[in-house]
């Protein structure tokens, strides 16, 4: 059974820092390329950052750079999101995905809520 869970979402201040994670299972990690997004209410939902596979190159969303960190541990079948400098506009519910290199399955997790506020 395929399964994308994710955790570490919460509350937290303006300024501060939370890391999400994201554990994969019931399919093969490495073959996968790993994104997070997130929907904010009333809004699409946008992507925030990609990891690939092998190289483990990244891409991140304007409005995130040099803010947010994306990183996998395939030995875990873990992707990080690692988020500084939180922003009001940063609340959201983020979401895992995972992108099948080789076709189009894809996966989604079930979301985690993240609130920026003082």
């Known amino acids: 059974q395929v399964q994308l869970v994710e955790s570490g979402g919460g509350l937290v201040q303006p300024g501060g820092s939370l890391r999400l994670s994201c554990t994969a299972s019931?399919?093969?990690?490495?073959?996968?390329?790993m994104s997070w997004y997130r929907q904010a209410p009333g809004k699409e939902r946008e992507l925030v950052a990609t990891?690939?596979?092998?190289?483990?190159?990244?891409n991140y969303a304007d409005s995130v750079k040099g803010r947010f960190t994306i990183s996998r541990d395939t030995a875990k079948k873990t992707v990080y999101l690692q988020m500084n400098s939180l922003k009001p506009e940063d609340t959201a519910v983020y979401y895992c995905k995972a992108d099948f290199l080789f076709g189009r399955a894809s996966y989604w997790g079930q979301g985690t809520q993240v609130t920026v506020s003082s």
């Open positions: 019931g399919f093969t990690f490495s073959n996968y390329r």
């Open positions: 990891i690939t596979s092998v190289a483990g190159s990244t």
